[in-house]
């Protein structure tokens, strides 16, 4: 079994990444990243984790789990491709009664922000299952593609049947445009909320 250290290092030099660069993303020196890759360090706090994984863009389960068996939320980045579309991005099966009146068939995926960004209908600490569609299935949570970026709209239909995007906090909807593009629906989203 792969030790988180190797785990690090490998997935450093996949993204390219000298020592130095990874411990800027990451808020850290470059010797502590050299601790990390030795295993001189062997814990890792949760919030280090987290913004390795994001440096790293790549899901936490890749570095947890050596065979990567369990998914784990992939970070949405707006100036990104969709999170879903990496190699190593695992879908999730969710039981039918936690998305109640939706309707979708392939993938599902759990998403959330990645640190420091920020979305319409989806804050920091929040995930959603996002089926991945390019159809206007059913009026509700969409992400998109809007002038090149990811951005999550409510869409549905106005009374011509042509497309209406609307952002969290807009009362009116915008009308489809050429520059923007369905990605993917919102089957369940989940709220953090600190206890």
């Known amino acids: 079994m792969e030790t988180l250290g190797p785990r690090i290092k490998h997935l450093r030099l996949e993204a390219k990444l000298n020592k130095a660069a990874l411990a800027r993303r990451v808020g850290v020196s470059d010797v502590t990243i050299s601790y990390w890759e030795s295993?001189?360090?062997?814990?890792?706090?949760h919030e280090r984790l987290v913004a390795l994984?994001?440096?790293?863009?790549?899901?936490?389960?890749?570095?947890?789990?050596?065979?990567?068996?369990?998914?784990?939320?992939?970070?949405?980045?707006?100036?990104?491709?969709?999170?879903?579309?990496?190699?190593?991005?695992?879908?999730?099966?969710?039981?039918?009664?936690?998305?109640?009146?939706?309707?979708?068939?392939?993938?599902?995926?759990?998403?959330?922000?990645?640190?420091?960004?920020?979305?319409?209908?989806?804050?920091?600490?929040d995930l959603a299952a996002i089926a991945p569609t390019e159809i206007f299935r059913q009026p509700g949570l969409y992400l998109i593609e809007e002038a090149g970026r990811l951005a999550l709209r409510r869409v549905q239909q106005d009374a011509k049947g042509a497309l209406t995007f609307q952002r969290q906090d807009d009362g009116s909807p915008a009308p489809y445009t050429p520059d923007c593009r369905l990605l993917g629906k919102i089957v369940s989203l989940w709220r953090h909320e600190a206890l």
């Open 53 to 125: 994984a994001a440096a790293l863009n790549c899901p936490l389960s890749a570095l947890l789990d050596d065979e990567g068996t369990r998914p784990s939320p992939l970070f949405l980045k707006a100036d990104a491709s969709p999170p879903w579309t990496t190699p190593d991005a695992k879908g999730i099966e969710l039981p039918i009664e936690l998305t109640p009146g939706q309707r979708w068939d392939g993938d599902c995926h759990l998403v959330t922000p990645a640190p420091g960004e920020c979305f319409d209908y989806l804050g920091a600490g």
């Open 39 to 45: 295993g001189a360090i062997k814990q890792i706090g």
